[in-house]
């Protein structure tokens, strides 16, 4: 079977494989840009692409003008701006494509190539993660070969030959890259990419409806990653409670912050009291556009947060930075696991966490108020009686406990007996209030996995989770989890729901074992985790750190400056002493001898190593058609190299004709 790709002219094959690698910088951005960027852009790869292969003329001016003008009233209509970061990305990605349209000339190629190496460092605004830096890396060694095969402009080369000479250009750059990577000074804000490449992340939310947080336990993306310090022992999977926003205020079918009634001089006060010894530990926060700092409960010391960012905690014991995560944040903290918080007696402004709205769930209020009175109005009593309710009365742990009505708390305990966290906590939380008890909802994250390649453990979104803390005069507030007493297995083991698996997943699941699959996922994690803490998280002080290690007592910025311009000297030096010695070291009519010795051997002529220019003219008249341009410009080039070079003369014109034979060598055609 005939290849229809090998008989194309070479202009048509460049075409093809330069279309092929813009396909594949542009195809991350079909899922952030609007879909006509994506349709169109596509179509103008494709419409340039069947020009080439079917060698018919590209589209006149007015086509492209046109394009122009549809493009930047799309772009205005869509983001309201031509400015910005998603709006200038729409249009540098249609533009990339409209300019293949016109891809005449040399001098349109190389527009082209550095149009696509800027597209392709737009894909890090929206994700800078592992796959996409390998992903742009294959990108890169693509517009590297049809850079350095547009500058082959005679004959027909391989775009292998220039695969091969661009992967060692890119070799030969590493060194610099890494060393510009250590050492350019990090001067926030201008490095690093916008804080609205978060928006849409999925996570906790200020807000909780009942049955959202069943929802977020679908996604097992990594929420945070948090490693011990050493010789502190790791604790046990039921008592990892990471903190997150504190909801006080029920309207019957959602749950907000607290909404005092009362002055902030009146409410109460964190009065956090720890005990033992603290957990200490680093944690690796993933981005997701909110000021929360996740942490252990409790935790009554502020964490060592990077740069200008300060921790406050509120008086519910929630961390907040001064400015929202958007990008990946690595912090220390300590916490104590035993603590208790809160006032030790009762205040006014305790009623305002007894408030229920007026007209939802009757039954439950009645029942709270048969459990008061034959409980004694014991609050500790209480709590136990409706523990034991959950265990044995048949309710059941499910993410699919199908959609509640106007009232949640009755539907839960009379009617369904279904529910995920939330159902559980909100429901718990109802019943307190109506007995008079001060109660609240906590969300955040429980549990986690100690990935056993990194000894990271690892907290995903599907740790989303809801627990209740109660008031108790002379104890403060005290953590009760319902889900505990209806599952144990979820906070003790960590046994995660998981939602029903597909056709495609049921099958992997036969064929391939499950632990190999585990296995697999952790090394992935690993790795993934090793280029967020080396690469993504290498901040200035992480920098700072390094020019300390390097003997510097205060380093600074400008320290890295002067230290990166100083290697960049050095190095520059070394390399022109190499080249210069290098240029002694071996002749260069015979560098430039072994230049066309090598094309030579390439196109099939068996040459030895002492073969002279004339035996190899001679040669190349066996193998090939004598008649052929090609071959009777290479027998001329030849003769011309061997008359100059051997010919008797005073030498004071060798270093031009040299040059000559260069500029003629470059303009040769090689036959194959």
């Known amino acids: 079977m005939t290849n229809p790709f090998a008989n194309l002219p070479r202009d048509s094959r460049d075409t093809l494989f330069l279309l092929a690698v813009i396909a594949w910088v542009l195809l991350p951005h079909a899922a952030h840009l609007p879909w006509w960027c994506s349709a169109m852009a596509a179509g103008m790869l494709l419409w340039r692409g069947w ?44 533009l990339l494509a409209l300019k293949t349209l016109e891809l005449r000339a040399r001098r349109d190629a190389f527009v082209v190539f550095f149009l696509g190496f800027f597209t392709m460092l737009t894909n890090f605004f929206y994700s800078q993660s592992l796959p996409t830096a390998a992903a742009m890396l294959l990108g890169l060694m693509g517009l590297l070969t049809a850079l350095v095969n547009s500058h082959m402009p005679a004959g027909r080369p391989s775009l292998w030959q220039s695969a091969r000479m661009a992967t060692r250009m890119t070799l030969l750059g590493a060194p610099i890259m890494v060393l510009l990577f250590l050492l350019f000074p990090r001067l926030s804000p201008l490095w690093g990419t916008p804080g609205d490449a978060l928006s849409g992340r999925s996570g906790l939310s200020q807000r909780m409806q009942v049955g959202n947080i069943a929802s977020l336990a ?9 490693r011990f310090e050493d010789g502190t022992p790791p604790p046990l999977q039921g008592t990892l409670y990471f903190r997150g926003p504190v909801l006080s205020t029920f309207d019957g079918r959602e749950w907000a912050p607290l909404q005092a009634s009362f002055p902030p001089s009146m409410q109460p006060r964190a009065d956090l009291q720890v005990r033992g010894a603290p957990l200490r530990y680093e944690v690796t926060l993933e981005p997701h556009n909110r000021p929360w700092l996740l ?42 696991t035993e603590f208790r918080h809160g006032p030790q007696r009762m205040l006014a402004s305790l009623q305002d966490y007894t408030s229920l709205p007026r007209g939802f769930n009757p039954r439950t209020l009645q029942w709270a108020m048969e459990l008061s009175r034959e409980t004694g109005n014991d609050p500790v009593a209480l709590i136990n009686r409706v523990l034991n309710h959950l265990r044995t009365g048949g309710y059941t742990y ?31 939380v109802v019943v307190m209030r109506a007995a008079g008890i001060p109660a609240r909802i906590v969300t955040g994250y429980q ?49 995660r729901l998981v939602a029903p698996r597909g056709a495609i997943a049921t099958a992997v699941g036969t064929v391939v074992s499950p632990n190999l699959m585990q296995g697999v996922r952790a090394l992935w994690e690993a790795v993934n985790n090793a280029w967020n803490q080396r690469v ?4 200035q002080s992480r920098q700072l750190n390094l020019l300390r290690a390097l003997g510097f007592e205060a380093p600074s910025w400008e320290d890295l400056g002067y230290l990166l311009l100083g290697v960049l000297v050095t190095a520059s030096l070394a390399g022109a002493a190499w080249t210069r010695w290098e240029r002694r070291r071996q002749d260069p009519w015979q560098r430039l001898y072994e230049r066309v010795r090598s094309r030579l051997l390439q196109a099939g002529l068996p040459l030895g190593a002492a073969v002279t220019p004339r035996e190899m003219a001679q040669r190349l008249a066996q193998t090939h058609d004598p008649k052929d341009n090609r071959v009777q410009a290479i027998q001329a080039w030849l003769q011309r190299y061997e008359q100059r070079r051997y010919a008797s003369r005073d030498g004071r014109n060798a270093a031009g004709d040299l040059a000559a034979l260069r500029r003629e060598l470059k303009e040769l055609s090689w036959p194959k």
């Open 218 to 226: 679908l996604d097992d993306s990594v929420a945070l990653r948090l």
């Open 398 to 428: 499910t993410l699919e406990p199908g959609e509640y009505g106007q009232h949640t708390a009755d539907e839960f305990w009379f009617d369904r007996k279904l529910g995920f966290c939330e159902h559980l906590a909100s429901a718990f």
């Open 295 to 336: 942490m252990l409960d409790a935790t009554a010391v502020a964490p060592e947060l990077p740069g200008d960012l300060v921790a406050r905690m509120s008086e519910e014991l929630q961390w907040r930075a001064s400015s929202p995560v958007n990008d990946l944040l690595r912090y220390r903290a300590q916490s104590h």
């Open 51 to 94: 020009l080439a292969f079917t060698l018919r003329p590209l589209p006149g001016r007015w086509w492209l003008l046109a394009a122009l003008v549809l493009t930047v009233g799309a772009t205005w209509l869509t983001h309201r701006t031509l400015l910005g970061r998603d709006a200038g990305v729409t249009l540098i990605v249609v």
């Open 536 to 539: 993504l998280n290498y901040t």
């Open 447 to 495: 549990g986690g996995e100690r990935n056993t390649v990194d000894n990271f453990w690892v907290v995903r979104q599907s740790d989303a989770h809801a627990w209740t803390e109660v008031w108790l005069a002379g104890q403060g507030w005290l953590r009760v989890d319902p889900t505990a007493a209806v599952s144990p297995g979820r906070i003790g083991s960590l046994q």
